[in-house]
Nanobody, 126 residues
Framework: VQLQASGGGSVETGGSLRLSCAASGFTLNSGSTAWFRQAPGKEREAVISSRPYGGVTYYEESVKGRFTISRDNAKNTVYLQMNSLKPEDTAVYYC????????????????????WGQGTLVTVSS
């Protein structure tokens, strides 16, 4: 099983980026998927989580209205669309997938996820 994350880069405040996470050896619709991020000197935190077959179940408060998660089932890929980016969004972003649908606090708990992408760096300058 492999998750390949891509799409990170450097943008100015207010800009947009779309991250991609392509899965192989595993069908993303089997369970929940999520994006986490880790800023320098901080713990990894969940940003957004999606239930099996789509639909957001969890947003980190600071990204509500700015970030969305979507899937392309034919490509077995999940996306994170990030708009109105802020310097505090600067972090390494990781995609994660679970073999089952997650509920409650499991949705934003890193240890709930079975597979992880390698991380892609997003830098937002002021």
């Amino acid at each position: 099983v492999q998750l390949q994350a891509s799409g990170g880069g450097s943008v100015e405040t207010g800009g947009s980026l779309r991250l991609s996470c392509a899965a192989s050896g595993f069908t993303l619709n089997s369970g929940s998927t999520a994006w986490f991020r880790q800023a320098p000197g901080k713990e990894r935190e969940a940003v957004i989580s999606s239930r099996p077959y789509g639909g957001v179940t969890y947003y980190e408060e600071s990204v509500k209205g700015r970030f969305t998660i979507s899937r392309d089932n034919a490509k077995n890929t999940v996306y994170l669309q990030m708009n109105s980016l802020k310097p505090e969004d600067t972090a390494v972003y990781y995609c994660a997938a679970s073999r089952r649908g997650l509920v409650g606090s499991l949705r934003y708990t890193a240890t709930s996820y079975d597979y992880w992408g390698q991380g892609t760096l997003v830098t937002v300058s002021s």
